[in-house]
């Protein structure tokens, strides 16, 4: 029933197959580190000497942390030293705080306080925004521990 | 007024009807991974295909497509978009297959062909229309894994059913 050209096929697709595999699912870098650190943000935050050990599992995932305010280009910053950060957006003030290799939104302005509530962000790839103040922060890092629930 | 038809679409439109209830038998099933779906009408357009040429298939299979939407509810929506183009991508392969010289492909071949290029070219349209995530192209592998899969079973029981077929008109 299966002619020369359907085996040929098979195989082909067969062999292609875990080509395929390994090309796509080998762990690569590239979204999460190279195109939003340009300013060598990533270097600079591995030279940082480890935050403290309270999260060390954790705390090696994420390099640095990007803030996005409305339109304007984001700015990548360390996770390191502790510190809080003022951030304007278009109704107020809000204060980010980085500690031991986390951060999350202080204070902000907007009525809902969505942003203040997502809480502490821990691991490379989480995310928290507020949009009343039209702020948005995450996690960055080569090994964010999920894919699907945040892009 | 009433429309001239020849034997050619009263038999395209039985087999699209066929297509179309397999489409929509299938769309009941749950599937376990979104994208992933046996694909069981495609039988319908392999066994097309094998007895009466390309442009009865593509015609089937266009069809499915429009009327398997209309009665899914899904006409204009994303999905019948990626549906449209998973059957087109499907039908412009097997054109290309059916010009081999030689022997050619048999049903497991055509059917196959046909499932690779559903996937493939689905798969692109909702990279560049719906989810342009990067990230989105690790699932690429295990939809084609799941096309080559469900493409042969498909292949076999198009011969299957061409055979028999065969059989009945001998």
């Known amino acids: 029933m ?150 | 007024m009433q429309i001239q038809t020849t034997a050619e679409d009263q038999r395209i439109a039985w087999l699209a009807a066929l297509a179309i209830t397999i489409h929509i038998l299938e769309s009941a099933f749950p599937s376990p991974l979104p994208g992933i779906k046996p694909g069981l009408a495609n039988v319908i357009t392999i066994v097309v295909l094998i007895q009466f040429g390309w442009r009865s298939a593509a015609w089937v299979s266009l069809l499915r497509v429009l009327c398997g939407s209309l009665l899914l509810g899904t006409f204009l929506t994303p999905t019948f978009l990626l549906s449209l183009s998973g059957a087109v991508c499907s039908i412009g392969i097997l054109w290309l297959a059916g010009r081999l010289p030689g022997r050619g492909f048999g049903p497991v071949g055509f059917s196959l062909l046909a499932a690779l290029a559903h996937t493939a070219g689905q798969f692109t349209i909702a990279w560049l229309l719906f989810i342009p995530h990067p990230a989105l192209w690790r699932l690429f592998p295990v939809l084609l894994t799941a096309a080559l899969l469900f493409g042969t079973v498909s292949g076999i029981i198009a011969g299957e059913i061409s055979n028999r077929q065969r059989q009945c008109t001998t």
Request: hydrophobic share 45%; proline share 7%; aromatic share 6%.
């Open chain 1, 2 to 151: 299966m002619t020369r050209a359907d085996w040929v096929l098979m195989v082909i697709a067969l062999c292609a197959l875990p080509l395929l595999y390994l090309h796509l699912w080998t762990p690569q870098d590239a979204y999460w580190d190279v195109g939003d650190t340009r300013a060598g943000a990533r270097g600079s935050a591995k030279q940082e000497p480890e935050p403290s050990a309270t999260h060390g599992a954790v705390a090696d995932s994420a390099t640095g942390l990007r803030i996005q305010i409305a339109a304007a280009a984001a700015t990548i910053t360390p996770l390191t030293p502790d510190r809080q950060v003022q951030v304007t957006g278009p109704i107020g003030e809000s204060t980010i705080e980085i500690r031991a290799g986390q951060a999350r939104f202080l204070s902000s302005p907007c009525p809902g306080q969505v942003c203040v509530h997502s809480g502490w962000l821990r691991e490379a790839g989480q995310l928290a925004a507020c949009l009343p103040n039209r702020i948005s922060i995450q996690l960055l890092g080569s090994r964010p521990r999920f894919d699907a629930i945040n892009f």
